[in-house]
C-alpha cells in the first residue's frame, strides 16, 4: 500500500473526547489520487509510485504541454504529480486509486508545506532579538547591533542572523497524530497545527521516525 498522499489544508477547529476534553485539529482535505507511473530498481534506481492528484480543469488543458499530457497516456492528467514509497509495488496496476482510508485514526503521520511568506522582517521577529531599552534617550530599540568584528578576522560571517525575508520555506513536522477519518467527505483530522496557508497543498506521508513511548 502506498504510504502517503497530497492534501489541502482546510483550516482549524476543534473536537471533544468522550471525556470532555477539547483537541485542536488541522482539516485537511485528501482527494482520491490515481496511480500514474511505478519506478523501478531496474529503469529508476529506485522504487516508489508516482501519484496525480486533482484534475486539471478543460480551460487549462490547452496551456499545458504535450509531453506533460502524454505522460498519462490514457488517464485524464492532473494538476499535481508526487511520488510516495509503498508496499508490494509490483501488485498495484497503473490506474489505481487511493483515498483518505489509507490511514487511519491514531495513525502517526509527517505534514510538509510551504510556511506562510511574513515579508522583509527585522531580528527580532525573525529571530526573537530581546532588543534593546525602549526607554526615552535610548537609539537601539529593535535595531540588530553589532555584526562585525574588529582587526581579526574582519569580516561578517556566513550565515549571521541578520533582517530579512522571513517565512514561504519548505517546513516539516513529524509525528503527529491524526484525530479523526472522514471517509464520505476525505478528511483527516490531524491532531495540531500544519505548516501554510488556508487553501495550501501538503505533502501527508506515513511517519518515517515514530516515536515510541516507554510504558510505565
Do not use: W
Amino acid at each position: 500500500m502506498i504510504k502517503g498522499l497530497l492534501g489541502k489544508k482546510v483550516g482549524m477547529t476543534r473536537i471533544f473526547t468522550n471525556e470532555g476534553e477539547s483537541i485542536p485539529v488541522t482539516l485537511v482535505e485528501v482527494p482520491p489520487a490515481v496511480l500514474v507511473q511505478k519506478k523501478n530498481l531496474d529503469k529508476d534506481g529506485y522504487e516508489a509510485l508516482q501519484v496525480g492528484s486533482v484534475a486539471i480543469e478543460k480551460k487549462k488543458l490547452a496551456k499545458s504541454t504535450k509531453p506533460y499530457l502524454g505522460h498519462f497516456k490514457d488517464q485524464p492528467p492532473t494538476k499535481y504529480l508526487k511520488e510516495f514509497p509503498a508496499d508490494d509495488i509490483d501488485a498495484l496496476e497503473v490506474g489505481k486509486i487511493f483515498d483518505v482510508s489509507i490511514f487511519k485514526s491514531g495513525d502517526l503521520v509527517d505534514v510538509s508545506g510551504i510556511s506562510k511568506g511574513r515579508g522583509f522582517a527585522g531580528v527580532v521577529k525573525r529571530y526573537k532579538f530581546a532588543g534593546g531599552p525602549a526607554s526615552h534617550g535610548h537609539r537601539f530599540h529593535r535595531t540588530t547591533g553589532s555584526i562585525g568584528q574588529r582587526k581579526f578576522p574582519g569580516r561578517v560571517f556566513k550565515n549571521k542572523r541578520m533582517p530579512g525575508h522571513m517565512g514561504a520555506v519548505k517546513v516539516t513536522l513529524q509525528n503527529l497524530k491524526i484525530a479523526e477519518v472522514d471517509l464520505e467527505k476525505n478528511l483527516i483530522l490531524i491532531h495540531g497545527a500544519v505548516p501554510g496557508a488556508n487553501g495550501k497543498l501538503l505533502t501527508i506521508s506515513k511517519a518515517i521516525k515514530v516515536k515510541i513511548k516507554a510504558k510505565n
